[in-house]
């Protein structure tokens, strides 16, 4: 069992700028491909970013692609999402998830854990 925390969440400006961390435990971080996605009210879960294992593969979200960016560091089993440019929309509450698998999914149920996630609220 994977156990996953996110942090890093809060309240910025439009154009702010904030760094999501997902700490994992339990399990080998490095066999793992990681994902965040994001739930805004009102709305279905949706995909942010991907990342492989080896963390050279990455992938985005259209709506995010130029502005977030993921990465990670196995030695310290932290998954990271950087969000630059914010928006009103992309206030959500974001989840990182763990597949294992080298090959990052962009589909929730390929995911076999979730963190409890991090409210992010971008005003205008």
């Known amino acids: 069992q994977a156990q996953l925390v996110e942090s890093g969440g809060g309240s910025v400006q439009a154009g702010g700028s904030l760094r999501l961390s997902c700490a994992a435990s339990g399990r080998t971080f490095s066999n793992f491909a990681m994902g965040w996605f994001r739930q805004a009210p009102g709305k279905e879960r949706e995909f942010v970013a991907a990342?492989?294992?080896?963390?050279?593969?990455?992938q985005y979200a259209d709506s995010v692609k130029g502005r977030f960016t993921i990465s990670r560091d196995n030695a310290k089993n932290t998954v990271y999402l950087q969000l630059n440019s914010l928006k009103p929309e992309d206030t959500a509450v974001y989840y990182c998830a763990a597949r294992q698998s080298n090959l990052w999914s962009a589909v929730e149920v390929n995911y076999d854990y979730w963190g409890q996630g991090t409210q992010v609220t971008v005003s205008s």
């Open positions: 990342i492989s294992r080896s963390g050279v593969n990455t």
